[in-house]
């Protein structure tokens, strides 16, 4: 027997040998002319959050080389008729009959994603790209349907939900099921090479990384009442905060979660984040605790639950430190960038967006041309070498390993990458220093019966007579339990 014989057969040779043993079987003793074994090795897709990142994950999810392909989108949820409408339209009209999905395969409801998955067979794809909040209940449905996942970042707006897709995952991990979080600078070329040359030592010790997100409001971000904004004062309450969900720290971890993930989780890279257990993460070069400072400004009558700036020092068990600087103000100094800082020079990426990274080293702490050692984008014989789009190539990577069976499971990594946001953000909303297990093993999460919710309600967060929603007061978020013990909320 070869050691492999316990690991599940690759897609295209199960479905090569099983057409055989089929055309065999059924075809023994009889004289037939020509038989066209026709065997279907289409990888299809459900599309569960019909949104602008959903549309856009599925055009990837259809779009992957000839190599990887076929894919087929033949199911879609979501808890809106026009998102879904819209979604639809642009999807087929990108890619004609590779988007089969009649109108008895579009769902709209809470239990949409149960009925979309149900479409699917093992070795098909789910893709989640709601709010956040939703990921475990869906992890959970696919992993017992035994069905690979792409799952948007962040995975996890709270503790409580890293650790239901860590236990969840457990179970996908032994089913060897393929995972992807939508982290997509993992898959860039660039910070690849870049993260490659500093665990050789071309930066030398890194002694402190810094990652900016530095801009206006942004997406649903600010919200004011419900009331006051015509079109949805109608909407159940529970969809209004769905659809305003950067708002509210249940179904996204805030403007926090969503946007500065990225920075925060190339920076945690960089310094050579390990998996390991996230039970002992100082056995792995994950940040171990947090403190920060952030506040609120210029409200007028905004109602949401974030605060408008943060700075957060992270800290890592050797010492090294992570400062991220997010705000989200008009008419300030903008900025988009991580930094890494080592005792033999400077690496910078990440200076324009997520695409190019433009990743560069220095030597010396200043990005001074003069002193460029490395730069990913380079002539090479004449010919510009620069990077693929990462959005393509994380479904690439994707596909290449559900066809030929490759070892593929990000969702650790993204559960702990957003277990690092919750982290720093509980810090920032605490006033407190807060430690990886106090985030982890939080005592009131925000919305534990997500996979309960109706549109009846109630919501997972109230507001008060004049539609404002609980923000976080830092320095008075301490509580007592029954034992007298102090936890922490955020709101
Ligand atoms: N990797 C990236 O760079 C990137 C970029 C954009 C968005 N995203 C992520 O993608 C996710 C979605 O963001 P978006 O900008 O597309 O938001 P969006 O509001 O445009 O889309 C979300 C969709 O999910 C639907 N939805 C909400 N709850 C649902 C439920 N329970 N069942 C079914 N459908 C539901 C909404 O109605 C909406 O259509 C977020 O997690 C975001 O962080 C990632």
Avoid at 295 to 312: K, M
């Amino acid at each position: 027997m070869s050691k492999n014989a316990d690991s599940n057969p690759n897609r295209r040779d199960f479905i090569k040998a099983s057409g055989k043993a089929t055309a065999a079987g059924a075809l023994a003793g009889v004289a037939l002319p020509h038989v066209h074994a026709a065997v279907d090795d289409t990888v299809n897709i459900a599309l569960i959050g019909a949104g602008g990142r959903g549309t856009g994950a599925a055009h990837n999810a259809l779009s992957v080389s000839a190599a990887n392909g076929p894919t087929k989108l033949v199911a879609m949820a979501d808890v809106f008729e026009d998102k879904m409408a819209s979604s639809h339209n642009s999807l087929s009209k990108r890619h004609g009959k590779k988007v089969d999905v009649p109108a008895e395969r579009r769902y709209i409801g809470f239990d949409g994603y149960q009925k979309a998955m149900d479409n699917l067979k093992e070795g098909d794809i789910a893709i989640f790209t709601t709010p956040p909040g939703f990921r475990w209940v869906f992890f959970d449905y696919a992993v017992r349907r035994g069905l690979n996942v792409f799952m948007e970042k962040p995975v996890t707006a709270d503790g409580f939900g890293t650790k239901k897709i860590l236990e969840s995952n457990k179970i996908a991990k032994q089913k060897k099921l393929k995972v992807g979080v939508g982290l997509m600078c993992r898959h860039s070329k660039a910070r690849r090479e870049m993260a490659g040359r500093i665990a050789d030592g071309e930066l030398g010790e890194l002694l402190l990384l810094r990652s900016y997100r530095m801009h206006g409001p942004v997406a649903s971000a600010r919200s004011l009442p419900q009331k006051e904004v015509a079109q949805y004062r109608d909407l159940e309450e529970v969809r209004w905060q769905i659809r305003r969900f950067h708002s509210f720290l249940w179904a996204s971890g805030g403007a926090f979660n969503d946007y500065y993930i990225h920075t925060i989780d190339e920076c945690c890279w960089m310094k050579g984040a390990q998996l390991g257990d996230p039970e002992n993460v100082k056995q792995t070069s994950w940040p171990i605790y947090a403190q920060a400072t952030g506040g609120r400004h210029y409200r007028g009558n905004y109602v949401d639950q974030n605060l408008d700036t943060y700075s957060v020092e992270y800290h890592f068990a050797d010492g090294t430190k992570l400062w991220h600087n997010g705000r989200t103000i008009n008419g300030c100094h903008n900025e988009f960038a991580s930094y890494a800082h080592g005792t033999k020079g400077l690496g910078i990426f990440s200076i324009n967006g997520h695409w190019p990274a433009d990743a560069q080293m220095f030597r010396g702490q200043t990005p001074n041309p003069a002193q460029r050692k490395w730069r990913f984008n380079k002539v090479v014989n004449g010919t510009l070498i620069k990077e693929t789009d990462p959005y393509q190539d994380e479904w690439d990577d994707l596909l290449d390993a559900i066809r030929n069976d490759k070892p593929y499971n990000e969702a650790d990594r993204g559960a702990m990458a957003s277990q690092v946001c919750n982290m720093g953000r509980m810090a920032a909303h605490t006033g407190m220093r807060i430690t990886w297990d106090q985030a982890l093993d939080i005592k009131e999460p925000f919305s534990p019966n997500l996979d309960k919710l109706s549109l009846k309600g109630p919501a997972p967060v109230v507001a008060d007579k004049d539609g404002k929603y609980p923000v976080p007061n830092p320095g008075q978020m301490a509580f007592k339990d029954a034992k007298g013990d102090t936890y922490y909320k955020e709101y």
